[in-house]
């Protein structure tokens, strides 16, 4: 369940990144870009990052800043993203408006420094609209 795309020699089309992760899964994700590409100067590649263990998905950057990675899965995606330093008290206030879901990732959130790391998976567009509410502390909109 959830396995992600592991063989690195086989870089996936975009045909079967959307028959791996599915019909709805391939919605959410283009959901998320068309949010991201209306607040942001977007950037995507697909990458193959960190070894074996990530699998192929997209790294999304604003112009040169880093924003997150999305990895492709049966059936889903999970989008890693970093939040430190200066943010984490603005982000604590962005969680009240947040799913317990979300709450719940940033408690047990890979620590870094003051803030960490959080691998979401997403599978509705309000979970989806919590990273990107989560995305928005680390980055404001420019657009």
């Not at 590409?37 to 697909?46: A, P």
């Not at 995606?77 to 009240?96: A, N, R, S, Y």
């Not at 979401?120 to 919590?130: A, I, P, T």
């Amino acid at each position: 369940m959830y396995e992600r795309m592991l063989n690195k020699l086989n870089k996936p089309s975009i045909t079967e990144i959307h028959e791996y992760i599915g019909e709805n899964t391939f919605l959410l994700l283009n959901i998320f870009e068309e949010t991201m590409n209306e607040h942001y100067d977007l950037k995507r590649e697909l990458k193959f990052p960190f070894g074996n263990k990530y699998g192929w998905g997209y790294k999304y950057s604003h112009k040169t800043k880093h924003l997150c990675y999305v990895f492709f899965e049966k059936d889903a995606i999970t989008c890693m993203l970093q939040i430190g330093g200066d943010f984490v008290q603005k982000l604590e206030k962005v969680l009240l408006e947040c799913l317990p879901k979300t709450k719940s990732y940033w408690e047990d959130r890979y620590p870094c420094g003051e803030g960490g790391w959080i691998h979401y998976r997403v599978f509705n567009v309000e979970e989806l609209n919590d990273v990107i509410k989560l995305l928005n502390v680390k980055q404001k909109p420019v657009l």
